[in-house]
């Protein structure tokens, strides 16, 4: 027996397995039988329950309460009676029982037992599914709860009022926050309830609201429970746990409670939780300057010289982007339709919604296109959407993945830092910084953590009125409308990574899964309703209106070599321009290439964090998605073997058939990005107890006396420093460097000071030689430069090609543009007879030509002398280029 009068917080005592807490007053009745209950489970429970305590905590009784506790303990030594002297409240107890527990784990039950102590195996195998850490608490309110005796009506009602109000107030998710039966990891546990201060009902509250702060996991888990008679509730006390939580929120904003002194007193600590919030606050803005930053460094070349710097690697990609960003601007200026032009392939026009136009930023950046020029519109998409989807991932890691560090930790916000490693990653990603030369649309993805956030909030538990699903839905269909605004490909691998994310969680968490499944497909129901009405005008255009195609093909070899995946991209730091060449199908679709020191590292992670549901789900997704960007053909390396890849089943599906398949190792970036997040947070986790869990990071033993917890943390300290090298030596050789810049030709001044006026009627268009297209797109950035003063055939599109409107790049072919294209690379004039110049007026008659423009350009010379033998007269030289005006005017 061992009775103890205001216990001495923080005691060192040996750790125990489980410590029960019992608060009791005036409960002489029914405690006996609860305490005869819980020591006969615990007992039985075997290898589970090695060692544990039982405390109960007398709050004042005026009855035998603790003369019965102190009976019971004198027949089982694990049972501890504590009297604190006074009727303090349930918050109170509560408070000094788990301030003198021990335990690994601590268990607050109701001295009426009203939910069965055999529930604790639920609560603890939900709390250890979830890696041991946080809260798993007893729910009523779950679909899947059995509530055998049920309250009086009136009281049912009462408690779903204040339920509703409380998650209003303090933990908007948290379906059940009064069931007293909850389990807890012991060391957050009792670093709750050293910063309460609450004494009454609403400490509950207070605690889950600590640990929802402190980035803890709270699960809710549905138990059995009963109704008992004799209950302390009384209506009226509803409206009291309320205040407590309104005088909670009011005074949180400036001051901290401090630890608690002998019998639970609460001590002030005025402005920690604001100094707490002040270093979160300054960490976030570091860390989002420091995603700037790289992201200018990346871009210094670009930004350095705006008029005359070009992506070295961006092929003409960058020509037709600033093109995108101009048409946009000058059609939504003279009132036309934003999703068709005729200002390239005259006559035949541009299914603009066709086209990855990214109308969701063209649109806000016409200003700065009108006033400043579409290059710097480039310039900007590329910069601040790069840091922008660095930042939306850092955001989603603190918010979903890592535990955030408790509001009065005085340590560095380690999870911050951990979570921005794997940001970092995944937006820095080699797939990234491929397309991050010629690609915005798969670059520029910050609405993509926005929207799996928001697919997360539809598996949290919500208001009991519901509403929280149509939000939460509504929400989602409003921000997936406008992720389909910046790119509808990106959208698709987004979604295919989700899904299989959570097939792997569900088939790991099978209880999870059915718990939020109905509301899920509620909110994504409701996501459907608002967003297909909102794209199905755009969608319908892109599909069936004036220029659409059905499918973009790019053969069998669009896929990655699985060498891919072990090398380091051309540009990385230790990067292999040559050997990276041969692994892609350019340089702008190096969409694996993450490198073999940071795949091993993954696996190590993997087989370390085994235990967590989420570390399998993440492995599994990107094993999956890797496989499946190796294509409907798989070479194994040095051998002729070829096997049949997983994507085959999706190549010839609708919306699938236009990936280029390679593209889907893009979802390894952010599985990999959490992966180190999680692995970066459990090594640089400061040193506490041991857990009992074997593992040494973020788990040292305190029982072993002075000596014995040195040893552990050098211990500790070793592991993490070799962890963290580790991940340093996995992230080195794939660090992005600068994107190199080339000069761009200036645009001749025939364009630039109108010249060409005199020469193109209305309904007329600029022929340049040779005719734009995906390999040569220089005039996209005359028209826009001129502002839009005249039409060109061909061009860099996507537009249809025959009868059966297959998707193409670029205008269909015909003969005199692909023979001036081939003069163009050849520098071979071919020989020109009357046959070519009646093929010449009718390719010019149909694009309804009014001047044909020679610009300086390589193998200039031969061009010329085509144009000359074809039209049979020399050109015209005018503003830096030769013309041939069709017909000839004046």
Known sequence: MTTEDHPTPGTARAAVDLTVVVPAYNEEHRLRPTLDAIRDHLRAAGARWQSWELIVVDDGSGDRTAEVAAEAAAEEPRIRVLTGGGNHGKGHALRQGVLASAGRRVLLTDADLATPIDELDRLDKQLTADGGDGAAIGSRAHPDARIEVRQRAVREWLGRLGNRLIQRVAVDGISDTQCGFKLFEGDAARAAFAAARLDGWGTDVEILRFFRRSGWPVTEVPVRWSHQPGSKVRPLDYGRVLLELIRLRAAGRGEAAGPAGPGGERTRTPGVRIRSWARRRRTDLVVVSLFLLASVFLYKGLWADLDHAYLADAGSDQNQWEWFFAVTADNITHLRNPLFTTAQNFPDGVNLMANTVMLGLSVPLIPVTLGLGATYSWALVLTLGLAATATAWYWLFVRRLLPREAPANRQAPVNRWAAAVGAGLAAFAPPMMSHANAHPNFLVLFMIPVIIDRALKLCDPPPEDGRGVVRDG?????????????????????????????????????????????????????????????????L?????????????????????????????????????????????????????????????LALGIVVWLWRRAVVRALAFTAVAAALLSLGPKVRIPFTDVVLPGPWRALAHQPLFESVIESRVAMICAPALGALLALAVAELAAPARRSRGRGDVPGGVDLSGGADAFSRALADHRAVTALGLAAVAAALLPILPTPLPVRDRPDV??????????????????????????????????????????????????????????RGIYGAPPRYTSAMLRDVRYSGQVPKIDDRWRAQARFDLEFWKAGVVVLAPQPNDAALYETLEKLFQRPGKRIGGVWIWDVPPKG
């Open 474 to 538: 509504v929400l989602l269909g409003l921000f997936t409308t406008y992720q389909i605004f910046l790119g509808e490909e990106p959208l698709l691998l987004a979604v295919m990574g989700t899904l299989l994310f959570a097939l792997a969680y569900a088939a790991v968490r099978r209880d999870v899964a059915r718990a939020v499944t109905g509301r899920l497909l509620r909110g994504l129901g409701v996501a459907l309703a608002v967003c297909l009405p909102l794209v199905a005008a755009p």
């Open 540 to 600: 319908y255009w892109q599909f069936f209106g004036p220029q659409s195609y059905h499918s973009v093909l790019h053969g069998d070899n669009a896929g990655n070599s699985p060498l891919a995946f072990l090398e380091f991209s051309g540009r990385a730091l230790l990067g292999d321009e040559r050997t990276a060449d041969g692994l892609a199908l350019n340089r702008t679709e190096q969409n694996a290439f993450y490198g073999w020191p940071l795949l091993s």
């Open 748 to 805: 001749p001044e025939f364009l630039t000071r109108q010249m060409y006026r005199p020469y193109v009627d209305e309904g007329e268009s600029v022929v340049p030689v040779p005719l734009p297209d995906p390999g040569s797109a220089d005039a996209l950035r005359w028209q826009s430069v001129a502002g839009f003063g005249f039409s060109l055939p061909g061009g860099y599109f996507n537009g249809p090609w025959g009868e059966d409107r």
